[in-house]
């Protein structure tokens, strides 16, 4: 496979600073690939601080040597996501004003034919392959959970004034209950992760038409990410655009 990416954020048209965070790693090794995109709560400069501990944390962790051996690799990313909430609840701690501090984190780690996947909060990561997309997280949410349960509808779904109320996230209890998962490395297409920044102003036909559209992948996020801010802009906007296609020989 060939992987081509593009990243993006944005701060928006109404928050006073961004805290969104965002990494990519293009590892050496043509068979490895890894990304991930937080995004802060808890006022200013607290999100900033708990997204920047969760993809600091990431980042150290996935390169980390001891990683490239690693057999149980859900335990691994598992243990990321122990270590980023550890260290965002003991910062909070020593700094009593930035109680209440959290973020969301979603990441992938691709190696040879799988792509492995951390999910916790209302980030989400999609896939698109040709006019289909398929959003492969569930936002841990408190509409979600009225959605699941059949108390609202889809439309209230999205259009629900609780919409921002998440019920899982790092740094805001001991242990945290991310969804760490895998999926068949088998597609050619496109893999997007995002703050909810971006899918509170556009639905997933907007985004897939965006996408699609004949233009490069910097341009391609910089248009989703525009387009966000047209529509209202109410939130911090992150995006990382991941392209995969064959190699000629395959």
């Known amino acids: 496979m060939i992987i081509n990416y593009a990243s993006y954020t944005d701060i ?16 050496e090794e043509h068979n490895e690939f890894a990304a991930a995109v937080a995004d802060g709560m808890g006022g200013h400069l607290f999100g900033e601080i708990a997204s920047k501990t969760a993809i600091d944390t990431f980042e150290k962790k996935i390169r980390d040597r001891r990683f490239k051996n690693c057999i149980n690799i859900k335990d691994y990313l598992y243990n990321v996501c ?47 392959s040709g006019d289909n997309i398929k959003m492969v997280t569930k936002d841990h949410s408190y509409v979600q ?62 985004i897939l038409n965006i996408i699609n559209q004949d233009t490069d992948l910097d341009t391609k996020v910089r248009n989703l990410g525009e387009k966000a801010n047209e529509n209202g802009g109410t939130d911090n906007i992150t995006i990382v655009l991941i392209k995969t296609e064959k190699k000629a020989e395959e």
């Open 12 to 27: 928006g048209k109404v928050r006073e600073n961004n805290e969104d965070y965002h990494i990519v790693i293009p590892f």
């Open 82 to 128: 122990k270590l980023s909430n550890k260290e965002i609840l003991e910062f909070s701690k020593k700094h009593n004003v930035l109680s209440g501090m959290g973020t969301t984190l979603d990441a992938i780690y691709i190696k040879d034919d799988k792509i492995h996947i951390i999910h916790i909060g209302d980030s989400r990561i999609y896939t698109i």
């Open 145 to 206: 959970q009225l959605l699941d349960k059949g108390d609202i509808t889809f439309d209230e779904f999205k259009n629900h004034p609780n919409k921002n109320v998440i019920t899982k996230a790092l740094g805001i209890t001991d242990n945290p209950e991310p969804d760490i998962f895998e999926m068949q490395y088998n597609f050619c297409g496109y893999m997007l992760l995002c703050s909810d920044g971006l899918t509170n102003m556009l639905d997933d036909n907007n």
